[in-house]
Nanobody
Framework: QVQLVESGGGSVQPGGSLNLSCVASGDINNLYSMGWVRQVPGKEREFVATISWGRGNGHYANSVRGRFTISRDAAKNTVFLQMKNLAPEDTAIYYC????????WGQGTQVAVSP
C-alpha cells in the first residue's frame, strides 16, 4: 500500500502564494511520476501538473503554466507545488497522486482564493 499526505493548503487573497507538499510512504517501487490535480465540488477533476520522477521534468496545464511550479525531492518521496499569483478560479481541493504500477491518491487539501 501507498499513502499520500498533502499539506500546505489554505486561504489567500488574489495575487497571493501558497506552497503545497505531498509525502509518499509505503510500498513505493518503480515510481514513475507524481503530480497534482484539482477539483471544484460538482465539477470534474482537472489536471494541474505532473513531474517525471527520474528526470524531474514538469508538465503543466495551460491554466497554471507560468504561475505554478512543480518540483520533487526524490530522497524524501515528496512532491511540491509552488503556486504564485493565485486567482479565484484556482480555488479547489488539490489532490496529490503517485503513479507506479498503480495510481494512488491523497485525501486532498483545500485552496481558497478570495478577496
Amino acid at each position: 500500500q501507498v499513502q499520500l499526505v498533502e499539506s500546505g493548503g489554505g486561504s489567500v487573497q488574489p495575487g497571493g502564494s501558497l506552497n503545497l507538499s505531498c509525502v509518499a510512504s509505503g510500498d513505493i517501487n518503480n515510481l514513475y511520476s507524481m503530480g497534482w490535480v484539482r477539483q471544484v465540488p460538482g465539477k470534474e477533476r482537472e489536471f494541474v501538473a505532473t513531474i517525471s520522477w527520474g528526470r524531474g521534468n514538469g508538465h503543466y496545464a495551460n491554466s497554471v503554466r507560468g504561475r505554478f511550479t512543480i518540483s520533487r525531492d526524490a530522497a524524501k518521496n515528496t512532491v511540491f507545488l509552488q503556486m504564485k499569483n493565485l486567482a479565484p478560479e484556482d480555488t479547489a481541493i488539490y489532490y496529490c497522486y503517485l503513479q507506479n504500477t498503480f495510481q494512488y491518491w491523497g485525501q486532498g487539501t483545500q485552496v481558497a482564493v478570495s478577496p
